[in-house]
């Protein structure tokens, strides 16, 4: 059992658990034989946030939240038809964004870019903002360095990809609950939804899983092939953490690769994604025109933003159209400028690049969107209006 602080880092959910089987097994019952309409316990954050007719939203980042950016933020969706905010609670190192309480098993790997997270949810409520805490899952540069053995090795060392980045074990279950605990604790914030980024193992990894010395944990004794084991851990992971955070009543939302709902799955990183999709509320599909190479008979995408959404969006509509459980289709847009892609090969986005990509989403039924800018730059003068139906 992992321990940061001094304390066990599943002690509060694990000490929850056992505390509700105790007490039904005292009047000789279990959680099965509990009748549907007999309350179960739901926990209230004190804050009081609704869902707006069509989550329309921003991304933030830990710093930009907790700080003097975060005015300016909130200037642009009370001036426009913006009205959600996507922020850090576990960011892309694998640190959290604020400062828990000491006994949180969490204290030891936060930061306080977030000074006065009570502040900030009394800022959001005031505004009328739907909050929305990004937990990044299996690229955790903090964990794989604490726990190599959740990790991959190389040559005995954890091994990281050509940008510095570490990655933790899906196939792991304690790194499960590592990030389900660090959900709960984002819920108890006043967090209304958990967006889980991250949810895959690491780019290529079709290509590396015969070097890399990793576990496979139960997944060893699974007789199906490599490509449909990294499937189904990362389809159980999404179902696990729904269902574990129920009693927080948050919805769960999970960022995927666009491209995955043109494949049947995409088979180095283990997404799948309609089975992903009937695990979740809401299905954020990061479809930025400038992620694309050729698709959709489309040479340059980041040069035809509309035409590019409209296609994927299509694609997606079909797909989800064959679900039991359909979620919400929420994607990521994109508003920031790619000129990493070379002379002739992008377009300086602005105004109309925003618009479009939100008009082709209307088009095809899809009305809720968020919008990606690392530095959290966002365009001025864009109309976020809804198409009228």
């Known amino acids: 059992m992992l321990m940061l602080g001094g304390t066990s880092l599943f002690s509060q959910s694990a000490r929850a658990a056992e505390e509700d089987t105790l007490a039904l097994s005292k009047i000789g019952m279990t959680d099965k034989e509990l009748p549907d309409q007999m309350p179960r316990f739901a926990y209230d954050s004190g804050y009081q946030f609704s869902y707006p007719d069509a989550v329309r939203g921003i991304y933030a980042t830990g710093p930009a939240a907790g700080g003097e950016k975060m005015d300016s933020m909130l200037k642009l969706l009370d001036e426009t038809e913006l009205n959600s905010m996507v922020i850090d609670v576990k960011d892309d190192y694998g640190n959290l964004t ?84 660090a959900a709960i604790e984002a819920a108890k914030m006043g967090f209304k939804e958990i967006q889980f980024d991250y949810v895959r193992f690491p780019e290529g990894f079709e290509t590396m899983d015969k070097r890399l010395t990793f576990s496979e944990g139960d997944y060893q004794k699974d007789s199906r092939d490599n490509t449909q084991k990294r499937v189904q851990a990362v389809t159980d992971f999404t179902e696990y953490a729904r269902e574990k955070l129920k009693p927080y009543g948050v919805k769960v939302s999970v960022d995927i690769f666009g491209y995955s709902a043109t494949l049947p799955e995409a088979p180095g990183i283990g997404q799948n994604f309609s089975k992903i999709s009937e695990n979740v509320d809401v299905i954020s599909s990061m479809i930025y025109p400038s992620h694309w190479g050729p698709y959709f008979g489309i040479e340059k995408p980041d040069k035809e933003p509309y035409k590019l959404i409209k296609e994927y969006a299509k694609v997606e509509n079909k797909k989800l159209d064959e679900l039991q459980s359909r979620p919400v289709s929420r994607p990521w847009l994109q508003d920031f400028t790619a000129s990493y892609l070379g002379s002739g090969n992008y377009l300086r986005y602005g105004k109309n690049e925003v618009e479009a990509q939100i008009k082709a989403l209307n088009e095809e039924g899809i009305d809720e969107f968020l919008l990606w800018n690392a530095s959290n730059n966002y365009t001025k003068g864009v109309d976020y209006t809804p198409l009228k139906k």
């Open 98 to 181: 604020y400062k828990p309480d000491k006994t949180s098993p969490f204290y030891g790997i936060s930061h306080s870019y977030i000074k006065d997270p009570d502040a900030m949810m009394k800022k959001l409520e005031k505004h009328k903002v739907y909050p929305i805490a990004r937990i990044v899952v299996f690229k955790d540069n903090v964990l794989a360095e604490k726990k190599p053995e959740w990790s991959y090795k190389e040559n005995g060392k954890v091994w990281e990809n050509g940008g510095g980045a570490k990655f933790v074990n899906p196939f792991v279950k304690e790194v499960w609950d590592y990030n389900v605990d």
